[in-house]
């Protein structure tokens, strides 16, 4: 499908993408705001964990997710591509979509909140004081393991459906237990988010170059297990009657 053919088709998946983003660097930004006064840094960074989890799997499984798929993530969006399931300018559009969307998230998000996050630097993702190697391992590492359980989890006839679940747990715990490290991020748009605000680009690199190899390790681990003619699809919540422009199977699952 040539470039302006997918756009005319698809702008509301892409919109979709760029708004579901946007309303979680906006959550990210206010919990991140309002956890400040808790003083004990687990306690916050569980607190954190718990909010950004469950905005998570309200996003992937509100009407807007279950229509796009819920990527919010061009490193979702480009390893579901190499697994044959996006077609290449729905990637192209997809990736695009989720970097502007997140930006203009924390935008807003500045525009509420103001002094108050701009002294938290926007909730920028940056490497913790073991230093750029080890944010490089971490980052790779939860982006492997949560590719690996969404992509076990969607495949999987009885626990397709509990998929945001699982998401959703996996990122309140990697925010509790990895972020001192890294920052957590696993998305190279929602750091570009706050980078861009914030104007702080600190090992940007990591960012962009850890979470889509690691979703990359993940799938050939995947692939090397069940193969390809168990990846069904690419929505993480197919469980519902929204169209699906992917090059989709997921009736299969359930035959």
């Not at 192209?92 to 996050?117: I, K, N, T």
């Not at 509990?162 to 747990?169: I, M, R």
């Not at 715990?173 to 190279?188: D, H, K, T, V, Y």
């Not at 692939?223 to 390809?228: A, D, P, T």
Request: hydrophobic residues 50%; aromatic residues 14%; contains cysteine.
């Amino acid at each position: 499908m040539p470039p302006m053919e997918s756009l005319a088709e698809h702008w509301p998946e892409y919109l979709i993408e760029a708004g579901a983003l946007g309303c979680f660097m906006i959550s990210a930004c206010a919990f991140a705001v309002l956890l400040r006064p808790v003083a004990d840094p687990f306690v916050q960074r569980a607190l954190m964990g718990l909010a950004m989890g469950a905005t998570a799997v309200t996003i992937v499984r509100s009407p807007w997710g279950r229509r796009s798929g819920a990527h919010m993530n061009p490193a979702v969006t480009w390893n579901f591509f190499l697994l044959g399931k996006v077609k290449p300018w729905d990637a192209v559009f997809y990736a695009a979509s989720q970097f502007a969307g997140g930006a203009a998230g924390v935008a807003l998000a500045r525009l509420a909140f103001g002094e108050p996050l701009r002294e938290i630097r926007y909730a920028v993702t940056v490497p913790g004081p073991r230093g750029e190697l080890a944010a490089f391992a971490a980052e790779f590492a939860i982006s492997a393991l949560l590719f690996f359980t969404v992509l076990y989890a969607s495949n999987h006839r009885a626990l397709s459906r509990y998929t945001p679940l699982f998401a959703g747990s996996l990122v309140a715990l990697f925010i509790a237990f990895e972020s001192p490290i890294s920052g957590m991020s696993m998305n190279p748009a929602r750091t570009f988010a706050s980078a861009a605000v914030a104007n702080e680009w600190t090992s940007i690199w990591i960012y962009f170059a850890a979470p889509p190899l690691g979703m990359f390790f993940a799938s050939r681990l995947y692939l090397s297990g069940r193969g390809i003619r168990r990846v069904f699809c690419a929505k993480l919540d197919h469980d519902n009657r929204q169209r699906c422009i992917f090059r989709c199977r997921y009736g299969e699952l359930h035959e």
